[in-house]
């Protein structure tokens, strides 16, 4: 029987997620193009695509609102292993990169122009594949899953995130509590380093409260193997390739999880759950996160834009997210977002307004 037209946009879109290969793969076209040329500007190629081209392009390729039908299609969807494999091979994929990559750098390119290239172009990779797959992967409930997730975070030593993000972030999420939810009025600038502070002061500070609960030793902290192994890759840097191999590994962290905290800035930006008379706050809700529908940047991140679903169902899987008219929408996807708010004037210019007229519409 022949496929309606919402059976063949959802065929489309299934494979349209192997976008997540966008940013290795233009990595190493923009490194053989440099070798042909040796045009430093080639290096540049991949955080030019993502936040030059993608921005762009969504515009012309538009919207998706269209969810699945929850009673013939969900537990269908949810159960595909296609689905689940394709984030779970990104983390060795990101490694093979990484590893390559890091050669590349220490041993062959001169020149900030050309190294700094390299270091934006891994760390955008870092961004969508490490960090942005990462997060979908621990918040599911298998072994595996939760495994790769953590090595995914641990290559941009950011594994504090595997702790603080869910058990920290998704309860205090939009409430004075929580670093991650940016307050109205708030700048980037002094949001971002208080975040990444506290948000991994944070991860210890909820382990230790795990093991003290379970009454289980030190060593059982979870965060002690992960930045072990973000160590150990690091070390392994130092010894093949020296200070350049450890100094690439350690900034494509910093670009790859700063990415992230811009993210985190953008997603909860001046929404609030309110505080009942009971002192609790309101369970949050489709109207606590802000959300993006368009197209493009909707694969290329695995739906991550359709966040107020995430928030009010967290092991929901990527591909059954759904969108919800009464979500809070931004005007452009996170590509085009995040250089918005690297302009506080601008970003307040654009943002202040819809926040207002959030907090009309719920009060």
Not at 31 to 45: D, K, M, R
Not at 151 to 159: E, N
Request: charged share 15%; net charge neutral.
């Amino acid at each position: 029987m022949a496929m309606d037209k919402a059976d063949r946009f959802l065929a489309v879109k299934k494979y349209a997620y192997l976008l997540v290969l966008l940013t290795p793969l233009s990595m190493w076209v923009s490194y053989g193009l440099w070798a042909a040329t040796q045009a430093s500007l080639w290096l540049w190629l991949t955080p030019a695509i993502v936040f030059g081209v993608v921005p762009v392009l969504e515009r012309f390729i538009g919207r998706d609102s269209d969810n699945i039908n929850e009673e013939t299609q969900f537990e269908d969807l949810t159960g595909q292993a296609y689905y689940r494999w394709l984030i779970i091979l990104c983390a060795p994929l990101y490694c093979l990169t990484l590893v390559l990559a890091a050669w590349v750098f220490s041993l062959q390119l001169e020149g900030w122009l050309a190294q700094s290239g390299w270091l934006f172009s891994m760390g955008t990779a870092g961004a969508v594949v490490a960090i942005n797959v990462g997060h979908e992967l621990i918040h599911k409930n298998t072994i595996l899953e939760r495994f790769a997730g953590g090595c995914l975070l641990a290559m941009v030593c950011y594994a504090g995130f595997k702790v603080e993000h869910v058990r920290g972030h998704h309860v205090w999420v939009s409430t004075p509590n929580d670093p991650s939810s940016s307050k109205f009025g708030q700048s980037l600038y002094h949001f971002w380093p208080r975040a990444v502070w506290h948000n991994t002061m944070n991860a210890w500070r909820l382990e230790n409260q795990r093991l003290r609960l379970r009454q289980l030793p030190w060593w059982r902290n979870e965060l002690i193997g992960w930045y072990t192994l973000s160590a150990f890759l690091g070390f392994v840097m130092l010894v093949v390739w020296g200070i350049p191999g450890l100094g690439f590994f350690l900034v494509q962290s910093v670009i790859a999880f700063g990415v992230l905290e811009i993210i985190n800035y953008i997603e909860h930006y001046g929404l609030a759950r309110s505080l009942q008379e009971n002192g609790r706050y309101e369970k949050t809700n489709v109207t606590h996160s802000w959300n993006s529908n368009f197209l493009l940047t909707n694969v290329l991140l695995f739906q991550l834009q359709r966040h107020s679903d995430h928030h009010a169902y967290p092991q929901r899987r990527y591909q059954v997210l759904r969108h919800h008219d009464e979500s809070p929408q931004l005007p452009a996807g996170y590509a085009t977002m995040i250089l918005i708010a690297l302009v506080p004037p601008l970003w307040f210019r654009i943002m202040n307004p819809r926040v207002q007229q959030y907090h009309n519409e719920v009060s």
